[in-house]
């Protein structure tokens, strides 16, 4: 499927009023159209096209056709730009959607309008679309991204400063969009002891969450809100605290600006604010996928934005669009992703830069009168909107006010002056980059807006991003330089101001940007020295020349007053304006003439009429070298992209040769000229540096050569180079306004066109430099919303006076210049006489109102006479076609006939003319009045005529009587002819100038002056100018160009057919005729009556064309081609169905020419597209060789031409088989019910007409259901016409009224070939025809994996016994979700299929539509842009395939043959709704209470008491199914307890099932949430088997046990029958079975005997699992998205459920499946606090020691009103307590969710007063949960559930203020952190050991559910400054126990009794811990040893290590002493003597 979502556009010079506009796209030719809205500078649409794709996926080489056009508005006329945009990224990368922004579109020349759109296009892969479970998630620990896409190279602006993201609504637009914002969890949120709660503000509305404890709270909760407007819609999120200790709990939300903010319940008001952050919509809707899931927001604090990060916050946030589908949701990721997915806070920030916009003077503002100009001021609007206004304009006041939202600043009142000057400069902030585009300016005059202009930042700055490696970028600069103001033109009152563009002045301006801010200033005067420096910068003034040749005008309206065309460039040349001197402007005057046919023509014939207008500008010829040597490379650029993006694979070598090859010759070409300006101002510079960069660039990479790869990699790189160039095609400072040709008839102005200067400039630097249309015939449309007034074939130039010398260069004819006055005469008395003319001087213009004669006119300064006065023949009044001839053939066809044999004869109809129609004998053929005979007849024996075709020159015209022209009354139309009753005559006198002296200038450019004339100052031109326009001596000269020969030219027209013809009112068919007008000719087709696709077959012929000009600038410019289908219903002109402006093919060598090939041309109609015309258009020059003569004539057919074979589509003989059904909810017009409605199908011109249903009411399908329709259609598929169906009614008297059409499209889905067999499926594995060695060595390798299947099996076996309570429906759907921790069952042999989409959406179910399908009907004759309402359905199909051409080969055989019974059965239908998830929440706390009602025709079950409150995701509880009448067995064996809906009901007449979720009040009626519908016929009848899936086992008993009707092997057997194939044959013990041609075995699907319980026969398991082999609907949950009528296209949420369905003729059905919802456990947490360690001490003692009395408070997470806390342990030193204390917690646990299950009791949601907490519901309520009532009022009760967390808090006893708070501990009891042993062990971080030995045993993390016991160490912390440090230590058990477990084993909480498990004895703490009397030792201990012990022990230490010191010292003198004596050796020495 692709997906293209039109968001905006960008219109330069709309209005905001006139015609609307829409954008037409077209894809593989199936045409999409948007609605249409008002030509504002910027429409939003909003709106995506979808083209089905079936199974034909996106290939690379395909490509959207985009195209912005006018409503209602000719073709010429209509298109505002066209682009293609390729889908090459996209078909390669499906998953990344193709953001366009502001992508520039392009006239049919190629050159950019000034237009841009803005859209997305996505693709969705048919394998991909919708299918799948809704457990597809994104890969884990992907980022998602937070900036908007990088621009792709297709796309950018201007210079590029405009980010590439997704399209923005427009501020102001009514558009449905959902904003959805879901709080998930915060994280290190500043503060101690806090309970955040979170406050979002989405623009008015604010939402606010429940409150939490801690610093990383979990809220998980949903905000959703339909905004009026999108764009001004911001998110505010504010986080903070909930009040303070001892106040109110009720808190007041701060006025801030939009942010979100987290605040402190614990604190005062001023520091309630935690943190804020500002997210705008914009940044959710740039989003990928506009939304933000799982994103972190960085919070600060609002009044302090240095402080640094305050905390984070984790939202998901997405902004919805109708239509548009909501994105899975994705599970929460870990608080280790904050760095990935942070979003910093940038919008808190100051502005960066100012913008300067100085405004100097104006000139040429319009008049307020004949004498007085206008009281007016200036307006400027940036960012979109303008609030307030700074001040007032009076009528005599003029004050330019500029805009910047949300501040309007005006500058000082002026005085009324056509050039006021205020020299004031304004200041406003500018944030970079810029959140809007565009800078609008408005002329006011009071409150009226006279003209409007506009800045594009995208093109007078630039980031730096488009060119790679270029320039850093620049800020905003323009000028100083004039912007030109264009608005409504004052005399066209009568007529749509928006068409009406006219010039409205120019205003001097200069805007620069500066960083910083503005130092409060708004505005100030600018200074004297800036007033001067702007007079330096600006530019010398030039005169400019402006010329246009006038070639041929038709179309045009049958006007009584003459008609003329008028030239202008600013105010020169207006002849409303009375400021500039008067020019030759206008043509002169003259009525159209009717070409025959139909429409009208100016006879200007070989005498074309010139205009020539000067005018003084300043110089801006650099600017429009630089922009259209840019546009010559963008153009010649584009069409070698085109023509590679479709050439063949085995040309793309030559393509791509010849594109790189002319991109390099384009910009070195250009590059010369470029680096030769001078620029003046800053954008000068800028620009021209970027563009000469840019050039280089590609000159180089084309110099290159060709790609690495592959010629097919030059696309995308030529494709961004591409849009490179067209970024820097703009120039906002040329500072000329634009070209507009008018059309008058008398003073009014009937319809105008608008061409850009540029376009029309002659450039001294070659022809690149030049203009497009300079010097070039151009086709112009001029046109008003919804009529075209005439088709203008002009030539323009454009040029300096002093340079024009070139211009005859670019004429095809002589100019000449006459002086022109009429003479009039009136009949009296018979006689003719110049005397007494009433009010009518005898000479006098053309208009009879100035006297002109002859005498006193004298020809201008620097003229003079050529020859005297001559009476000029009045050929452009000549009524007939051939007026303006000198000479005219008269052609006769004489016919003769003959038998085969005989001789010629005369034929049946003797004389014919060359269409073939009877005409007189040529001997009777007169000659018309005013012309003779010059010759005889002859024969043409050149021509193409048969033998006896004779022609003879015709007449020759006679001079009227001295020329004059005749009418009855002055004033009315003249004619030539004289008749009886006219009074009056005129002719018309002319006299030929030439100049005195040969000048260097063009000759028409002096005509208001001297050739000097551009040197003189202006002001001395204005006096030297006569006053007065048309004064008596110089009358405004006639130019003329004349051609000596024209070029004769024949058109072919090959009208094939149109299709899908929107008619008129209430009609459902129409008589369409074509209408062709080509130049001053036109004919018409013949009329088709009652047809919408009307199939001429018809060639139309245009023979001898005149043409005026070069033939070779025809075949580059050639006229175009309008076709216009009307509906000739009657008498008249008709209806007006649509237009088409075609261009032709022009052949000048007849001899090469190929035959062209039909196309599809797009009509538009009044009220938008209408349909397509498929035709070919040529041109053929009549060259005098006679070739023409060669050619052959398009046969002849049933009296006109036809198409010839080489163009006329290839038909074949086809078979049409209708599959005709019958109808469905079918509403009568005019109240009137629907009796008998019978059935016409049309196609091709064939009509099948369907018996009808005789009684609707009993039974709505046709009698008859299959219908065969032979046919020729065309083989090619783009040719063939579709299928239009026709729905009537039978009344009475014989009134068959029409009650609804439908017209099916795309054929090609319904064709089949007639040999195509249905593929059987195929055993998996072989039965016979394998090797016995191979088989063997299969065996072996399955061996190990059987082996490790039984374990596995054996180990599920024993699971499933010791679990069998867990083995229900749960288990098999969290499997199927891929959770297997959810599902207690660890086996995928009985499975579930989750759909993430509806089961209609599945791709390989076809829709359920593959039996019949259903098309909409739609009233007839339904109005353009409306959105229709269907008013029935048909249901059939259709099958299209090829029949033998040879009668006796035989046809093939039919397709709808087995066709089931079409009578209405009664069937049970099961409705299983399990849950909803993403409501739209309807209460004011951000809930809903959900309940479920389901409607099936007249019967409605589900009450209101069967609501689950307060919650978004509920999962229904038991709904008891009300009693309604069914039969006896529906409910055998029924569980009375299943929480499903029964209900009978008959099919078709109850086909449609509704299932709807409403939103209980207290008073009803309650609001409905969303409802979705189920269409039971289509899942009935399908072929997929979808009335009641299949299981994937087969069970004979328990949960899962067989529920179907049929068991499996009758269901096979069904099938068999429904698919015409044999029925299975079993074998005698059910394990094989010969189906469909194979055999299949139970040994193929089972390897062993089943492991399952209850096992159904071995015959059953095998059908079974045949029929899984036809890919049949398995047993599944689909999820339907449900839809609001009040709030269209968005979705409201998803529902989960399922449908079974069991016709009463099959049976009585199996039990209903128990879904009931899994119950919670009851657990008990015990919790022993045994001691602290290193606790800080809070107070210090009299001794100066540190203490605290502490005591520990501990609670689970939501249940904090279960707080415990310990004894206070007085007088702790250094933080060390001893408590033995226990903590018991009771709650119930959710183990499949990892939940912990807290019911609560909130506010009802309507007038249910008190504090309104916002709860996340649960997704399981439960049957008897444990109710805390938090008030009084609560009425609803409402389940929570949130992650099991532990809390426990360390405070500090105080007597006489608040507890100081010390620390904090939050254990997750599924992540437990393991604890250390000791406590100096116990950090933060876990301590990694260096020993091998010392290492953690087991993971840093355990589940308590798991382990049951822990006991260790947790470290406790404190939250400062952003970040946690250590606040002391807590020993801690912790055991958890089940229910069972804490009856067996009670224990008390604290130490009270029954005190065991552990048994606490009371702790060891020092009682009198300061009498030193009865405790010295201990006092001791406490004061001294625990302060000084390291202090003692170095003292110790020291005092040992001196008394051996000291020891030492004394003992070392007699040890000295001792050795050196040695008494002893002396005392043996002595003894020994």
């Known amino acids: 499927m692709l997906r293209l979502l039109v968001a905006s556009a960008h219109l330069p010079a709309a209005t905001g009023a006139g015609p609307g506009v829409h954008v037409y796209a077209r894809f593989r030719g199936v045409p999409r159209s948007t609605r249409v809205v008002p030509a504002e500078r910027s429409p939003a649409w909003n709106e995506t096209l979808v083209w089905p794709l079936a199974a034909r996926p996106l290939r690379p080489t395909d490509s959207l056709a985009l195209r912005l056009q006018l409503w209602g508005q000719p073709e010429a006329h209509r298109l505002l730009g066209a682009t293609t945009v390729p889908l090459r990224c996209l078909a390669e990368d499906p998953g990344l959607p193709l953001d366009l922004s502001q992508l520039p579109l392009r006239d049919p020349q190629g050159h950019p309008t000034g237009a841009t759109v803005s859209l997305r296009c996505s693709y969705v892969p048919p394998g991909q679309m919708a299918a799948g479970n809704v457990t597809s998630q994104p890969p884990e620990g992907v980022a998602p991204c937070l900036s908007p896409p990088r621009p792709t190279p297709m796309m950018g602006t201007a210079i590029g400063m405009a980010s590439h993201r997704h399209p923005k609504p427009a501020a102001g637009k009514k558009e449905d969009f959902q904003v959805r914002v879901r709080v998930l969890q915060g994280h290190q949120l500043q503060g101690s002891a806090i309970k955040p709660v979170v406050t979002v503000l989405i623009g008015e509305h604010r939402f606010r969450s429940r409150i939490r404890a801690g610093n990383n709270p979990y809220y998980n909760e949903h905000f959703h809100l339909t905004p009026a407007q999108l764009a001004a819609v911001p998110i505010h999120i504010q986080v903070g605290v909930d009040g303070t200790v001892g106040m109110a709990t009720a808190w007041r939300p701060l006025t801030l600006s939009p942010t979100p903010q987290v605040l402190n319940s614990r604190a005062i008001r001023a520091d309630a604010i935690i943190g804020a952050f500002k997210l705008d919509v914009g940044t959710v809707y740039n989003a990928p996928g506009r939304r933000l899931g799982g994103t972190w927001l960085s919070l600060q604090h609002p009044r302090h934005p240095d402080a640094g990060c305050c905390g984070y916050l984790r939202i998901g946030a997405a902004v919805l669009r109708a239509g548009e589908p909501v994105s899975e949701r994705e599970e929460a990721a870990g608080s280790q992703e904050v760095e990935a997915n942070l979003l910093q806070s940038a919008l808190l920030t100051p502005c960066v830069a100012t913008l300067q916009l100085r405004i100097y003077r104006a000139e040429e503002l319009p008049r307020g009168g004949k004498r007085s100009f206008v009281a007016a001021a200036v307006r400027a609007s940036f960012a979109g909107r303008t609030v307030g206004a700074g001040g007032t304009v009076g009528a005599a006041d003029r004050c330019p006010g500029v805009t910047v939202s949300p501040t309007q600043l005006c500058t000082r009142a002026m005085p009324p002056d056509a050039k006021p000057t205020w020299n004031e400069v304004l200041f406003f902030p500018l944030r970079l980059p810029p959140l809007c585009d565009a800078i609008e300016l408005a002329i006011l005059s009071g409150s009226k807006v006279l003209g409007t202009a506009a800045l594009h930042l995208s093109h007078i700055s630039s980031a730096g991003a488009e060119l790679e490696g270029g320039l850093p970028g620049f800020l905003p600069c323009f000028g100083p330089s004039f912007l030109p103001f264009y608005g409504a033109r004052r005399d066209a009152a009568d007529v749509p101001s928006d068409t009406m563009v006219a010039y409205r002045g120019r205003v001097l301006l200069e805007l620069s940007t500066h960083t910083g801010d503005s130092d409060g200033r708004q505005q100030d005067a600018i200074a004297p020295e800036d007033i001067t420096r702007v007079q330096r910068l600006l530019p010398r003034r030039h005169r400019l020349g402006l010329c246009a040749v006038f070639y041929s005008a038709t179309m045009l309206p049958p006007a009584s007053e003459p008609l003329r065309f008028e030239l202008s460039i600013g105010n020169h040349g207006d002849t409303g304006d009375t400021s500039c001197r008067p020019a030759a402007s206008a043509t002169p005057q003259g009525h159209p003439l009717f070409d025959g046919n139909r429409y009208h023509y100016m006879p200007w014939h070989d005498s074309k009429p010139v205009v020539a207008v000067t005018s003084s500008w300043e110089d801006a010829g650099q600017q429009w070298d630089g922009q259209n040597l840019m546009h010559s490379v963008g153009e010649r650029l584009e069409g070698n992209v085109a023509m590679l993006r479709n050439a063949r694979p085995d040309a793309l070598g030559d393509v791509g040769r010849k594109l790189l090859r002319e991109l390099a010759r384009d910009c070195r070409a250009a590059l010369p000229v470029l680096q030769a300006q001078r620029p003046r101002t800053r954008l000068d510079v800028e620009l021209r540096a970027a563009r000469l960069q840019l050039l280089q660039l590609l000159a180089s990479a084309a110099a290159a050569g060709p790609p690495r790869q592959a010629w097919a990699e030059l696309l995308p790189e030529a494709e961004a180079w591409l849009g490179r160039v067209a970024a820097l095609q703009a120039e906002p400072q040329a500072g000329v306004p634009d070209v507009l040709l008018w059309l008058r008839s008398g003073a009014r102005c009937l319809a105008c066109a608008r061409i850009p200067a540029h376009r029309l400039a002659c450039s001294a630097h070659g022809p690149a430099a030049c203009g497009r249309l300079c010097g070039r015939t151009h086709t112009l449309m001029l046109e008003v919303p919804g009529h075209l007034h005439a088709q203008l074939r002009v030539r323009l130039w454009l040029g300096r006076v002093a340079e024009s010398q070139e211009l005859p260069r670019y004429l095809e004819g002589a100019l000449h210049v006459y002086a022109e006055t009429y003479e009039n005469q009136t009949k009296i008395l018979g006689k003719w006489s110049r005397q007494a003319l009433p009010a009518r001087p005898s000479f006098s213009d053309v208009a009879g109102r100035v006297a002109l004669p002859r005498e006193r006119i004298r020809p201008p300064r620097g003229w003079c006479w050529d020859g005297p006065w001559a009476v000029e023949p009045p050929r452009r009044l000549l009524p007939e076609p051939e007026a303006g001839m000198d000479e005219v053939l008269e052609e006769v066809y004489e016919n003769q006939s003959r038998r085969r044999g005989g001789e010629w004869g005369p034929a049946a109809v003797p004389s014919t003319d060359v269409a073939g129609a009877a005409v007189p004998p040529k001997e009777e053929v007169a000659c018309p009045q005013g012309w003779h005979v010059t010759d005889d007849w002859r024969v043409e024996v050149t021509g193409a005529v048969d033998e006896a075709g004779e022609r003879c020159p015709r007449h020759s015209p006679e001079a009227p009587d001295k020329a004059w ?916 062990d116990c950090t933060l971080k876990p301590r990694l050991s260096p020993w091998p030995w010392g290492k953690a045993r087991g993971p840093p993390r355990f589940s308590l559910f798991r382990q049951k016991l822990a006991r260790g160490w947790w470290p406790c912390v404190v939250h400062e400054g952003g970040t946690q440090r250590m606040a002391g230590k807590l020993e801690l058990s912790l055991e958890l126990l089940d229910e069972k477990e804490a009856e067996e084993r009670p224990a008390g909480k604290g130490r009270e009794e029954p005190n065991a498990y552990p048994p606490l004895q009371p702790p060891v703490r020092p009682d009198s811990s300061f009498l030193w009397l009865l405790a010295p030792l201990r006092a001791l201990r406490y004061a001294v040893w625990r302060r000084h012990r390291c202090r003692i022990t170095a003292t110790a230490a020291l005092l040992l290590l001196l008394l051996l010191l000291l020891n030492f010292i004394y003992s070392a003198p007699g040890y000295l002493a001792m050795k050196l004596v040695n008494p002893l050796r002396l005392f043996g020495a002595g003894s020994k003597h």
């Open 965 to 1880: 022209e005749y009418a009855s009354l002055w004033g009315g139309r003249f004619h030539l002819q004289r008749r009886a009753g006219d009074a009056c005559r005129r002719r018309c006198w002319r006299r030929h100038m030439v100049p005195e002296l040969p000048s260097s200038v063009a000759a028409i450019f002096l005509l208001e002056g001297t050739a000097d004339a551009e040197e003189m100052p202006e002001s001395k031109q204005m006096a030297a100018t006569p006053k007065g326009r048309g004064h008596p001596q110089h009358p405004t000269p006639v130019i003329l160009c004349t051609f000596e020969r024209p070029s004769s030219f024949q058109l072919r027209c090959y009208l094939f057919q149109a299709l899908e013809l929107k008619p008129h009112s209430t009609k459902t068919t129409a008589d369409p005729v074509a209408h062709v007008s080509f130049v001053h000719v036109s004919q018409s087709t013949r009329v088709l009556p009652g047809t919408l696709d009307p199939v001429w077959d018809q060639s139309l012929l245009f023979h001898r064309v005149q043409l005026h000009g070069d033939p070779r600038g025809l075949r580059d410019e050639p006229p175009a081609v309008v076709v216009e289908v009307f509906d000739q219903d009657g008498g008249g002109a008709g209806s007006f169905l649509g237009r088409s402006v075609c261009t032709p093919k022009v052949w000048l060598d007849v001899g090469r020419r190929k035959l062209p090939r039909l196309q599809r041309y797009p009509l538009q109609g009044p009220g938008g597209p209408a349909g397509e015309l498929l035709a070919a258009f040529e041109l053929l020059h009549e060259a005098e060789d006679g070739a023409m003569a060669r050619l052959s004539t398009p046969p002849w057919r049933q009296g006109t031409f036809g198409i010839p074979p080489g163009i006329r589509p290839v038909l074949r003989l086809m078979a049409l088989e209708v599959l005709a059904w019958g109808l469905r909810g079918l509403r009568g017009r005019c109240l009137l019910p629907v009796r008998a409605p019978s059935l016409e199908v049309q196609c091709g011109g064939h009509v099948l007409r369907i018996p009808p249903i005789t009684d609707l009411a009993t039974n709505p399908n046709f009698p008859i259901n299959a219908f065969l329709l032979t046919l020729h259609l065309p083989v090619e598929e783009e040719y063939v016409p579709p299928i239009r169906l026709r729905v009537l009614d039978t009344q009475g008297f014989g009134f068959r009224p029409h009650v609804g059409q439908a017209c099916v499209q795309d054929l090609a889905r319904f064709r089949r070939e007639p040999d195509g067999e249905e593929q059987l499926p195929q055993p998996r594995v072989p039965v016979s025809g394998s090797n016995p060695a191979a088989a063997w060595g299969r065996i072996a390798q399955m061996l190990p994996k059987v082996a490790a299947e039984k374990g596995t099996a054996d180990k599920d076996m024993e699971r499933e016994e010791e679990d069998e309570e867990e083995g229900d429906w749960w288990s098999k759907f969290y499997m199927a979700m891929g959770d297997k921790a959810k599902s207690h069952r660890r086996t995928h042999r009985d499975s579930l299929k989750v759909y993430g989409c509806e089961l209609e959406a599945v791709p390989k179910f076809e829709g359920l539509q593959d039996f019949c399908q259903t098309f909409p009907l739609y009233q007839p004759g339904g109005q353009q842009g409306d959105d229709p309402v269907p008013v029935g359905e048909f249901k059939g199909l259709f099958c299209l395939y090829p029949l033998p051409e040879d009668p006796g080969v035989p046809p093939p055989p039919r397709r709808f043959q087995e066709l089931p019974p079409s009578q209405p059965q009664q069937c049970l239908v099961r409705v299983y709704v399990v849950r909803a998830f993403d409501l739209s929440p309807r209460d004011r706390n951000g809930m809903c209470d959900p309940y479920v009602r389901v409607s099936l025709g007249a019967k409605t079950l589900g009450k209101r008491d069967h609501y689950v409150p307060n919650t978004v995701e509920p999962v229904f509880g038991r709904s008891p199914c009300p009693p309604v009448l069914v039969p006896t067995w529906a409910h055998l064996g029924a569980d009375p307890t299943a929480r499903m809906f029964e209900v009978m009901g008959t099919v078709p007449l109850e086909k449609d099932l509704r299932v709807s979720l409403l939103d209980h009040d207290l008073l009803p009626p309650d609001q409905e949430i969303g409802s979705t519908t189920i269409d039971l016929e289509n899942r009935l009848l399908s072929r997929f088997r979808a009335h009641c899936g299949l299981p994937r086992l087969y069970r004979m008993d328990g949960p899962g046990r067989w529920r179907d009707q049929l068991s499996p092997s009758r269901a096979l057997e069904h099938l068999a029958h429904t698919r015409g194939l044999q029925a299975p044959e079993f074998s005698a013990d059910g394990t094989a079975v010969i189906f469909g041609g194979s055999t299949f075995l139970l040994s193929h699907f089972e390897s062993g005997p089943p492991t399952y319980r209850h096992p159904g026969a071995p015959r059953e398991r095998l059908a079974l699992h045949v029929l899984h082999a036809w890919n049949l609907v398995p047993e599944h949950l689909e999820t339907r998205t449900l839809y609001n009528s009040a709030q269209p296209g968005l979705e409201q949420g998803k529902v989960q459920m399922w449908v079974d369905i069991f016709p009463a003729s099959l049976g009585p059905p199996g039990p209903p499946v128990d879904i009931t919802p899994r119950k919670p456990r009851s657990y008990e947490l015990r919790c022993v606090v045994w001691n602290t360690r290193d606790v800080e001490p809070g107070d210090i003692s009299a001794a100066g020691q540190r203490m605290s009395d502490i005591y520990v408070t501990g609670w689970l997470d939501g249940l904090e009103e279960q707080k415990q806390r310990t004894d206070v342990h007085y007088r702790a030193l250094q933080g060390d307590g001893s408590f033995h204390w226990r903590f018991v917690f009771p709650f119930q646990y959710l183990a499949a969710e990892q939940r912990c299950v807290l019911p609560r009791k909130v506010p009802c949601p309507v007038g249910r007063g008190g504090e309104t907490r916002f709860w996340e519901p649960s997704v399981t309520p439960f049957s008897s949960p444990r109710t805390v009532q938090e008030h009084f009022w609560s009425l609803d009760e409402t389940v929570l559930k949130v992650p099991p967390k532990l809390i426990l808090q360390v405070w500090d006893n105080d007597k006489f203020s608040a507890d100081d708070f010390l620390g904090v501990l939050e254990l997750e009891l599924t992540r437990l952190p393991r604890p250390a042993q000791r406590p100096q």
